[in-house]
């Protein structure tokens, strides 16, 4: 297993050492990352910003638990999916705003390529709420693993440190999620031909 990477362990240090701005630039340097992953896992930009926020608060107060073993962005991910797993047991209504569905859809085409048309980013658009709601519909074990596989593109073995489990159980896991994912997609595209 890859250890922590050298710049972030130098900006680690001198956080600890009490230079706070050398966080800020560990987050400026995986902010992005994050946010993206748990937009995917929560299906929800409003959430995912939410979760990523109370993540980097935690990891600030928590970096001294940090020990090296691992890459900072596994441990700063399993610190957000377990925030993530703590507001999901929180009961709350969703409101989800025009921008956001925006947001979710793309952009407006600005060019005469047939992938620009309207139409297109309709369907595209479209596609990407089936896969997201096929998505939201996998357990969290299934869909975190899934997301950090394909979305991520993580090493089995970097998945296993983030979900606290043997590399055979991820396996199994993703395998499992992909097939049920695939079950939930033709099923949804049969009714809708």
């Given at each position: 297993?890859?250890?922590?990477?050298?710049?972030?362990?130098?900006?680690?240090?001198?956080?600890?050492?009490?230079?706070?701005?050398?966080?800020?630039?560990?987050?400026?340097?995986?902010?992005?990352?994050?946010?993206?992953?748990?937009?995917?896992?929560?299906g929800c930009p409003?959430?995912?910003?939410?979760?990523?926020?109370?993540?980097?608060?935690?990891?600030?107060?928590?970096?001294?638990?940090?020990?090296?073993?691992?890459?900072?962005?596994?441990?700063?991910?399993?610190?957000?999916?377990?925030?993530?797993?703590?507001?999901?047991?929180?009961?709350?209504?969703?409101?989800?705003?025009?921008?956001?569905?925006?947001?979710?859809?793309?952009?407006?085409?600005?060019?005469?390529?047939?992938?620009s048309a309207p139409?297109?980013?309709?369907?595209?658009?479209?596609?990407?709420?089936?896969?997201?709601?096929?998505?939201?519909?996998?357990?969290?074990?299934?869909?975190?693993?899934?997301?950090?596989?394909?979305?991520?593109?993580?090493?089995?073995?970097?998945?296993?440190?983030?979900?606290?489990?043997?590399?055979?159980?991820?396996?199994?896991?993703?395998?499992?999620?992909?097939?049920?994912l695939r079950e939930?997609?033709?099923?949804?595209?049969?009714?809708?031909?």
């Open positions: 297993m890859d250890a922590v990477n050298t710049n972030d362990e130098t900006l680690i240090a001198e956080c600890l050492d009490g230079r706070a701005e050398a966080f800020g630039q560990l987050v400026v340097r995986h902010q992005d990352r994050l946010y993206h992953s748990l937009v995917r896992m929560l409003d959430d995912a910003r939410d979760v990523a926020q109370d993540a980097f608060v935690l990891a600030f107060q928590k970096l001294s638990t940090f020990r090296g073993q691992s890459r900072f962005y596994s441990w700063l991910f399993r610190i957000a999916m377990n925030v993530a797993i703590s507001e999901r047991r929180r009961p709350r209504h969703r409101v989800r705003s025009l921008d956001a569905i925006h947001e979710q859809a793309g952009v407006q085409p600005t060019d005469s390529h047939p992938s139409s297109h980013s309709v369907e595209l658009a479209e596609q990407q709420e089936l896969v997201q709601k096929a998505l939201a519909r996998l357990s969290d074990e299934f869909r975190t693993v899934l997301v950090l596989k394909e979305m991520e593109d993580l090493k089995y073995e970097e998945i296993a440190e983030i979900m606290e489990c043997p590399v055979g159980t991820v396996r199994s896991r993703i395998h499992r999620a992909r097939q049920e939930i997609l033709a099923a949804e595209m049969s009714k809708n031909p």
